[in-house]
């Protein structure tokens, strides 16, 4: 999966996000936490929110939720404010806000009932569905403090799904999980945001999870949108890809490739018989006859991505991940 | 109504369901018995305490075991807030579509029914202790002391419970919740003989003095106390609150 250059285009006239963000700001004394931020999340997108150390994740996950005060700005949960109608709008929220965190000393159980007792219609059907859906049956009864980090994380998911949210925001959702655990989250939230319409946030310092469960990226720095990406299942889409060439005589194929007319032979590592070249799909079969005809023996092409994490590193400046 | 009550019935789970909920209502019970049976065995006077009901209504006021049912309270309830900061379940608790007023509401709701039930305890246990002693009878008239006078130990406990829960509401600590709530009670003895010390909170909480010495300070009453701890408790309860619902989350 590789990023494309522009970002979704936005429906004129479809439906409401179900998240929106206004101008967001946060400001303590006089430093801006968050500066001016606005973003939209769709129904049945999983949208990740990536920035450095330091970005304002934190902080923007905690105003859309209504744990802090907005300074300016507005965040709107299906259309409603969280600040002046913040129990319209946070009960289409389920989140799980940095850890999940639970009463240690009563079972998972006993936790789910705290969570449904706050709810309107959550009955003990739909947390028996709730924990079947999580695979928490065997761990149900056992006291939360003796709960791996994995199963911790799953029982903040079935908390957060309790009430049937529209929206679905999880900070670290892979913290602690083995790979089998990450794969079968990952797997879990791509099946809910289809199959319920749910709207997915997440933020992650996994950028590899990221790129594999989102079909967007919004990432910030120092409080500000830096960039708007979705990410594309296909190929890069750009027009002239740039392909990677594995050969036996790299000098000979440079001399061939310079020779065809739109091609352009870049910089490749000839000792280890590769070369770089940027030709678009039309190009090739002229390409690879020529190589052949030149008797230069082709091992390998293949395109050349760019990983979210060059890309991430490019926009940010390079500074460490949180 | 029924958010309401499930919101404190969530509360009340949170403090009786930590295995630590059992050391304050053993101590109680534990602390009622030898009580009891230290003065029986030890104390001179005795002979106009005829019945478990004339040694009840001497006993549930602040002068009597009072002070230990508040302790007991304070230390049982003071975490009440402080303790989801401090478990982060803070967070887990206010992202539901409740507002802080209910959240704040029904937790000081399940206080001051941990408080009730610990007033309760301390009659059982001493009613079952003195009633071995000097029966377990009592006249009409010596019931309605007692419930007088538990009515003012209950008053002189929930006072002191309502300012360690604002403490702990403030400083998010339930040690310091919990400090200040038993200094308080320490505080109720001493007293500063100036008129300005009758509008302070410690002279006016123990209302059983109004029926055996009299008043602590020329021109207080019973009326006047009552007033003065309404006013305290409504201070208590709106700086509580106005901190919970102002707090940044983070």
Aim: aromatic share 8%.
């Amino acid at each position: 999966m590789t990023l494309t250059q522009s970002t979704k285009p936005r429906q004129a006239g479809g439906e409401e996000p179900v998240l929106r963000l206004q101008n967001v700001s946060k400001i303590i004394g006089r430093k801006k936490i968050v500066d001016q931020l606005s973003f939209d999340v769709r129904r049945g997108e999983i949208v990740g929110l990536l920035g450095p150390n330091g970005a304002g994740k934190t902080t923007t996950i905690r105003m859309m939720t209504g744990l802090i005060k907005i300074s300016e700005g507005d965040v709107k949960i299906a259309g409603r404010s969280i600040q002046s109608q913040f129990k319209d709008a946070i009960v289409q929220v389920g989140a799980i806000i940095e850890n999940p965190e639970f009463y240690p000393y009563m079972s998972g159980y006993d936790n789910l009932k705290q969570a449904a007792r706050m709810t309107d219609s959550v009955t003990s059907e739909r947390i028996a569905e709730v924990i079947s859906l999580l695979g928490l049956q065997e761990a149900l009864h056992k006291k939360v403090k003796a709960y791996s980090l994995g199963m911790r994380q799953r029982l903040g998911i079935a908390q957060a799904l309790l009430d049937r949210p529209k929206l679905l925001i999880l900070d670290e959702p892979t913290n602690g999980l083995d790979p089998a655990g990450i794969r079968e989250m990952r797997d879990y939230l791509k099946k809910i945001a289809v199959s319920e319409g749910i709207a997915i946030l997440v933020s992650s310092h996994l950028l590899s999870e990221i790129e594999q469960m989102c079909t967007r990226v919004v990432v910030i720095q120092n409080g500000r949108l830096v960039t708007e990406r979705a990410i594309g299942a296909g190929g890069s889409g750009q027009e002239r890809p740039e392909l990677r060439l594995r050969v036996d005589n790299p000098a000979r194929a440079r001399q061939v490739l310079e020779s065809l007319k739109g091609v352009q032979a870049l910089d490749g590592r000839e000792g280890e018989h590769e070369i770089i070249c940027q030709a678009a799909d039309e190009e090739m079969p002229a390409l690879i006859d020529a190589l052949r005809q030149a008797e230069v023996a082709i091992y390998r092409i293949t395109e050349t991505r760019k990983s979210l994490e060059d890309e991430f590193l490019q926009w940010t400046g390079g500074n460490q991940i949180a | 109504m029924r958010n309401g009550i499930r919101l404190i019935q969530n509360e009340w789970l949170k403090l009786t369901k930590k295995r630590s909920f059992w050391v304050p209502v053993s101590m109680m019970v534990l602390i009622a018995a030898m009580v009891t049976f230290m003065l029986y065995k030890f104390s001179s006077n005795l002979s106009e305490i005829d019945s478990a009901a004339a040694y009840l209504s001497g006993m549930m006021g602040a002068s009597g075991l009072g002070q230990f049912v508040a302790i007991l309270s304070i230390v049982g309830t003071a975490g009440i807030v402080a303790q989801e900061h401090a478990q982060g379940t803070i967070k887990f608790l206010l992202i539901r579509s409740r507002s802080r007023g209910e959240i704040f509401a029904a937790k000081y709701a399940a206080a001051v029914l941990y408080t009730l039930l610990m007033t309760l305890i301390a009659g059982v246990s001493m009613y079952a202790a003195s009633g071995f002693m000097f029966g377990f009878g009592g006249t009409g008239a010596q019931w309605l002391d007692v419930l007088k006078e538990s009515a003012y130990g209950l008053v002189y406990s929930i006072v002191y419970v309502t300012l360690a829960f604002m403490v702990g509401a403030l400083t998010r600590s339930t040690g310091v919740a919990i400090g200040v709530g038993l200094a308080g009670t320490m505080f109720g003895s001493l007293m500063i003989f100036k008129d300005f010390y009758k509008y302070v909170l410690f002279p006016n909480v123990n209302l059983s003095v109004y029926d055996t010495v009299g008043p602590p300070l020329p021109g207080m009453s019973i009326g006047f106390s009552l007033v003065v701890l309404a006013v305290y408790m409504a201070l208590f309860l709106v700086a509580g609150y106005t901190v919970f619902r102002r707090r940044d989350v983070a």
